[in-house]
């Protein structure tokens, strides 16, 4: 029998951000309208010797919180902004017609 190699995960997060233990994750969807993206927040914690992460906020986290999606949300406007960008044909002076 051959052993076969896990895949990895092709999808990975486009940017992090972290706020002392918070963290919002930027994923981003290719679907047929064009980028998707999507955010996901997590607060890391330890238990014992071990770290362990959760979607439960406490009211000392909120303002971390807050400037973790603020923050998400302007990496990801200027990825938008970017892709558009990149979308665009580049300009090109209006052809003279002959008289």
């Known amino acids: ?5 896990p895949k990895k995960s092709e999808n990975r997060p486009v940017h992090e951000i ?3 233990n918070i963290r919002a994750t930027i994923w ?3 679907t047929t309208k064009g980028p998707m993206y999507n955010v996901t927040v997590s607060r890391s914690y330890r238990d014992g010797d071990r770290w ?3 979607n439960s906020f406490a009211f000392d986290d909120l303002m971390n919180l807050a400037k973790a999606l603020y923050d ?11 892709d558009r960008a990149s979308e665009q044909p580049s300009e090109q ?3 003279r017609k002959a008289r």
């Open 72 to 82: 998400a949300h302007s990496a990801i406007s200027n990825q938008i902004a970017r």
């Open 18 to 20: 972290r706020h002392r």
């Open 52 to 54: 362990k992460d959760s």
């Open 28 to 30: 981003r969807n290719d």
């Open 1 to 5: 029998m051959s052993k076969q190699t």
């Open 93 to 95: 002076l209006p052809e």
